[in-house]
């Protein structure tokens, strides 16, 4: 599987960025699939995660503000980032596992994208 992120951008605080993922291959409706983050200076983190089944996990600090979403006809995965911070600024890299759960562990993911970058001014 191959991963294309797009979308990245720079927003002022409170504005609205969503970001697509688009991923080769016929057994993308198969593959968990995740966003994580990686700000300036700080380790990769973990997003958000839809499953195959589009159960849905967030991380604490964008729920309520981040939604993860998937089309499997278009082997999309998206991150619709409403109510942006400053603190959500970064590069954002989508990643697709082959478990039938999803994970919040970076290592549970097998294909990543190039990633997009993010920026969120106050």
């Known amino acids: 599987v191959q991963l294309q992120a797009s979308g990245g951008g720079l927003v002022q605080a409170g504005g609205s960025l969503r970001l697509s993922c688009v991923a080769s291959g016929r057994s993308f409706r198969n593959y968990a699939m995740g966003w994580f983050r990686q700000a300036p200076g700080k380790e990769r983190e973990f997003v958000a995660t839809i499953n195959w089944s589009g159960t849905t996990y967030y991380t604490d600090s964008v729920k309520g503000r981040f939604t993860i979403s998937r089309d499997n006809a278009k082997n999309t995965v998206y991150l619709q980032m409403n109510s942006l911070k400053p603190e959500d600024t970064a590069v954002y890299y989508c990643?697709?596992?082959?478990?039938?759960?999803?994970?919040?562990?970076?290592?549970?993911?097998?294909?990543w994208g190039q990633g997009t970058l993010v920026t969120v001014s106050s």
């Open positions: 990643a697709a596992s082959p478990r039938t759960y999803g994970s919040s562990w970076s290592a549970d993911y097998d294909h």
